[in-house]
């Protein structure tokens, strides 16, 4: 059957159409946009995927009123169900604030945003999301964002490095993110939240395509199991 993969769109998101594009061009099926305030997801979904962006504009804490949207429930109980969850950037953040992620994304150390394309070591190349990489490759991806800053306590930190739940680190001092810290896994391995942009590194006129086997990656195996 075709892939079916969902792109949620929350009043100020500004990558929907970009990670659309990018599940389109790697998975050949069109992406299903999916509206907020919508109480259910389609049926059948093989994909979900959370976008960058500055949900309802940042306000409160970001990600936070995202999280409590009427779409999220449905987004929440899916990922129990093990449907493969993907939050970039302000989905991450939405991620962290429903509680499918630990950890919180805080303003970056710099005070300042932050734009520009990042190396990336990648940390876990069992999951879902990054069997398409080895373990130890250093991949270059953009990143834009203000509130970058993974924070998490030291037994969380322990607890989701001794699982192998971290699968991308910064090999530069980004953002302040505990440990260096760029992207997470579930404890399922089903929701992967990342502030790093995959979806803006899909071809080489992006100046990097590493982000295409991330796509490529979760694709493949959802289509062949």
């Known amino acids: 059957m075709a892939f079916r993969g969902a792109v949620i769109t929350f009043p100020g998101s500004n990558c929907d159409r970009d990670m659309a594009d990018a599940l389109e061009k790697v998975s050949g099926e069109e992406a299903i946009r999916v509206w907020h305030g919508d109480a259910e997801l389609p049926d059948r979904l093989d994909f979900i995927a959370l976008p960058g962006g500055f949900s309802y504009g940042d306000y409160l804490r970001s990600g936070a009123m995202a999280a409590r949207s009427p779409i999220m429930r449905a987004v929440v109980d899916a990922a129990g169900k093990g449907v493969p969850v993907l939050g970039v950037c302000n989905g991450f953040q939405v991620l962290t604030e429903a509680g499918l992620l630990p950890g919180a994304l805080m303003r970056n150390a710099s005070q300042n945003f932050i734009c520009r394309t990042v190396p990336l070591k990648v940390e876990n190349s069992q999951s879902l999301f990054t069997g398409a990489y080895d373990s130890g490759e250093v991949i270059e991806i953009p990143v834009a ?3 970058g800053n993974f924070f998490a306590d030291e037994a ?11 699968a ?8 302040g993110s505990r440990r260096d810290i760029a992207g997470i896994l579930s404890d399922t391995g089903n929701v992967l939240g990342m502030m790093p942009h995959p979806e803006r590194a899909i071809e080489p006129e992006h100046g990097s395509s590493d982000g295409r086997r991330l796509f490529e990656s979760a694709i493949s195996a959802l289509v062949e199991a």
């Not at 969380?156 to 971290?166: F, N, Q, Y």
């Not at 991308?168 to 953002?175: I, Q």
């Open 145 to 147: 964002h203000h509130d």
């Open 156 to 166: 969380t930190l322990d607890r989701i490095e001794g699982e192998g739940r971290v």
């Open 168 to 175: 991308f680190r910064y090999l530069d001092a980004v953002n």
